[in-house]
Antibody
Framework: EVQLLESGGGLVQPGGSLRLSCAASGFTFSNYAMSWVRQAPEKGLEWVSSITGSGTSTYYADSVKGRFTISRDNSKGTLYLQMNSLRAEDTALYYC??????????????WGQGILVTVSS | ETVMTQSPATLSVSPGERVTLSCRVSQSVSSRLAWYQQKPGQAPRLLIY???TWATGIPARFSGSGSGTEFTLTISSLQSEDFAVYYCQQYNDWPPTFGQGTKVEIK
């Protein structure tokens, strides 16, 4: 059974940093691209970032480019999202998500339960 | 960025009714379109990919159709567990983009 468990969320001040982690299990982690998708309170879904299965290629939405960094540790089965220079508009539920193959930016076949990030003073 | 427009925003339906949700795309995405269901307090769940292919475990009452810029998700006979928000998503180009969602509520 595929499981994705996010951690690392919380309350942070504007301009601050936070690192999200996602522990994956139930599949061969290195064979699949992974993504982060977020959902602001009472809003729709926004794709944030993706990384290929090997980790050699990464992709970012314009709204986070230059501030967020996606990475993965295939030996640990863990996905990360380093978030710097956080803004109020980054407040959202962040989902760790599994892509259906090793390439990035397709669709999501499994989702974590999400972790809340709140940016506020 | 490819813009996704879903209609209607809200649909009030009685159990057992047939439901048709629309997703219009600002440029052709061929068949690279997925549909998701999201219930309150839950993560989205993949229903359809490739515009018309069922994801694992999805009941046959859900079906997807369309290509290019016009897509439809049909629920043949709405069950109580189907009241939720439905999102379409294109994956033809980066970034993948979602529609704003259609809420299916009890009439």
């Amino acid at each position: 059974e595929v499981q994705l468990l996010e951690s690392g969320g919380g309350l942070v001040q504007p301009g601050g940093s936070l690192r999200l982690s996602c522990a994956a299990s139930g599949f061969t982690f290195s064979n699949y691209a992974m993504s982060w998708v977020r959902q602001a309170p009472e809003k729709g879904l926004e794709w944030v970032s993706s990384i290929t299965g090997s980790g050699t290629s990464t992709y970012y939405a314009d709204s986070v480019k230059g501030r967020f960094t996606i990475s993965r540790d295939n030996s640990k089965g863990t996905l990360y999202l380093q978030m710097n220079s956080l803004r109020a508009e980054d407040t959202a539920l962040y989902y760790c998500a599994k892509d259906p193959d090793s390439y990035s930016g397709t669709y999501i076949d499994y989702w974590g339960q999400g972790i809340l990030v709140t940016v506020s003073s | 960025e490819t813009v996704m427009t879903q209609s209607p925003a809200t649909l009030s339906v009685s159990p057992g009714e047939r439901v048709t949700l629309s997703c219009r795309v600002s440029q052709s995405v061929s068949s690279r379109l997925a549909w998701y269901q999201q219930k309150p307090g839950q993560a989205p769940r993949l229903l359809i990919y490739g515009a018309s292919t069922w994801a694992t475990g999805i009941p046959a009452r859900f079906s997807g159709s369309g290509s290019g810029t016009e897509f439809t998700l049909t629920i043949s006979s709405l069950q109580s567990e189907d009241f939720a928000v439905y999102y379409c998503q294109q994956y033809n180009d980066w970034p993948p983009t979602f529609g704003q969602g259609t809420k299916v509520e009890i009439k």
